[in-house]
């Protein structure tokens, strides 16, 4: 997709959002009915969706956490979804009053909820909300709040979380990341999540494969990946230990329930670019 193609996506309530099903797992409240009477047909097959969800929304905020500890004082959160507790500014300057996010997403309730909050908050000097894609890196890079808010020239903090799932093959993803790894400056790191079934067993890998299925009904399909295809997204970054783990196991700031059901469902790592 180039920036030519990118057409904004309007707000489609007859059908689930991946923002808007995602923060149903987070928080339970639901934008619209469609997306409750997805969520329960989600749960009856993988009734893990929550966990999975706050596995993937923690590993975000430890991984936020630990690239403030780093001296990082900018973020660029792509996919950020629908706003929720913890948010990345919310996290960032808990540590760092002076830390500057730029918030983006494709889905239009996610980029009107984000604005509101920010506004509400009055952060909107030190944080935005951009409607871009992720498969048109250029739009996010070169636009004017990105470019207002982010330099360049000092290290930036990537997170780019439970994204991938939803950019096909097709669409060049490995790609897409090496263009946005070639503008990190030095120093920069990247934080990312993908669900995957390696680990899984029999029936869990059977969940996960028909909640994928019935998301075809979805704006957002999703694409499941190998631990070596998630991997490939690393390509010209160092892996921060612990490496690439489970979500619940990136430096957990609590003991990890090793009997949980939904720990093997996604993968995460952190990257730091030399």
């Given at each position: ?113 984000a ?58 993803p ?48 999703v ?52």
């Amino acid at each position: 997709m180039s920036a030519n193609d990118f057409e904004s996506r309007e707000i489609d309530a007859s059908r689930p959002s991946a923002a808007r099903m995602y923060h149903y797992y987070l928080s339970g409240e639901a934008v619209f009915d469609v997306d409750k009477i997805f969520g329960e047909r989600i749960f009856q097959i993988f009734p893990y969706a929550d966990a999975w969800a706050h596995h993937n929304r923690e590993f975000l905020q430890r991984a936020v956490r630990y690239m403030v500890a780093q001296g990082i004082r900018q973020f660029l959160d792509i996919g950020s979804g629908l706003p929720t507790v913890g948010n990345t500014h919310e996290v960032s300057r808990s540590m760092a009053a002076d830390a500057r996010v730029v918030y983006v997403d494709n889905d239009m309730e996610a980029v009107n909820r984000a604005h509101e909050l920010l506004q509400q908050q009055r952060a909107l000097g030190s944080t935005a909300v951009v409607e871009a894609d992720l498969r048109v890196p250029e739009l996010i890079l070169d636009h004017p709040d990105t470019r207002r808010l982010i330099d360049f020239d000092q290290p930036i903090g990537l997170l780019i979380v439970s994204v991938w799932p939803f950019v096909p093959d097709s669409d060049r993803p490995y790609e897409l990341m090496a263009q946005l790894r070639d503008r990190l400056p030095s120093g920069s790191y990247v934080a990312m999540s993908h669900v995957s079934l390696d680990d899984a067993s029999d029936e869990l890998k059977q969940r996960i494969a028909a909640a994928a299925d019935l998301y075809k009904e979805t704006s957002d399909p999703v694409n499941v990946r190998s631990r070596d295809d998630f991997a490939a997204f690393y390509d010209g970054f160092e892996m921060i230990a612990p490496g690439l783990v489970y979500a619940p196991d990136w430096r957990p700031e609590r003991p990890v329930d090793p009997r949980d059901p939904a720990r093997p469902c996604n993968f995460a790592a952190v990257g730091y670019k030399p």
